[in-house]
């Protein structure tokens, strides 16, 4: 048992930057994982990101060998969702996709104990959609931790009307024992911290496309105005501006809010394939 949350082992489906950080976190807290993948070699990608980190951090001097070695004996991978049959804890990091998620958490209700809790670490998504999917939506609710996951302190635990308090409780818990800090939040398109950021940076957009400031300038005004670690610009590449636009029109569609319209900058960028850092071009220029 790793912590206070009475949990053992902790399964993470998803392959992404959100799932290996989320498969580091968990393992170094000392929870057992079980990481899947759609492929073995998907899975074992993972697996080997978490080591090349790990790595890292023995050759600056920040964990010693054997606790690495430590963290990477606690974690497994496979490509069959029946491997997680005896996980405590289940956490979805797939894409944000309404139907794609459900199905798989349905999945999960088939496979899992009936007292084992199901989370999403959706960003945007109405948890309780994805609760009443399943034959314990008591036991359903929102991870939702922050890119990136093994350096970012917050996870908004989501509450649907579904959940019961006690799971609530536990995961709360269960964060805790991963080092992170919590804010309970209702059910709602982007919580609290993408209901807010998202029409900031939709906000920068529309300013820059004004010609008040040139991208750079915006990013550098809002640094060294507002102290923030980065600017809107680079933000958004960092994000990808295909992710920022499904966040946006989620946000759009829930609430109505014209603040959350995705600006026809953002659409065209991503029409054309300029998604950020992970395509070398978004609304800055990135090198190789």
Known sequence: MAGTSGLTKVGIV??????????????TAGFDVIVRARTE?????????????????VERGRL????????????????????????????????????????LVGELDEILDPAAVIATNTSTLAVVELAVATSRPD?????????????????????????????????ERFAADCGKETVRVADRAGFVVNA?????????????????ASRVDVDRAMRGGCNFPM?????????????TLRILETLHRETGDPSSLPHPELR?????????????????????
């Open 196 to 212: 807010l950021l998202f029409p900031y940076l939709n906000a920068a957009i529309a300013l820059a496309e004004r010609g008040v």
């Open 41 to 57: 070699e998907g899975a074992a990608a993972v697996v080997a990101q978490v080591t090349s980190r790990l790595a890292r951090s």
């Open 64 to 103: 010693e060998q054997a606790e690495a070695d430590a963290v990477i004996a606690r974690i497994t991978h496979t490509s069959h969702l029946g491997d997680l049959a005896g996980c405590d804890l289940a956490l979805e990091t797939v894409i944000e996709d309404l139907e794609v998620k459900r199905r």
């Open 268 to 288: 065209r960028l991503v029409a054309a394939g300029h998604l950020g850092r992970k395509t070398g071009r978004g609304f800055l220029e990135h090198g190789s």
């Open 14 to 27: 998803g392959s992404g930057i959100m799932g290996a950080g989320i498969v580091e976190v968990v393992a």
């Open 231 to 243: 600017g809107p610009f680079e933000l958004l590449d960092l994000i990808g501006l295909d992710t």
């Open 139 to 171: 036991r359903v609710c929102g991870l939702h931790f922050f890119n990136p996951a093994t350096a970012m302190p917050l996870v908004e635990v989501v509450s649907p009307v579904t959940v019961a308090e006690s799971t609530i409780q536990l995961v």
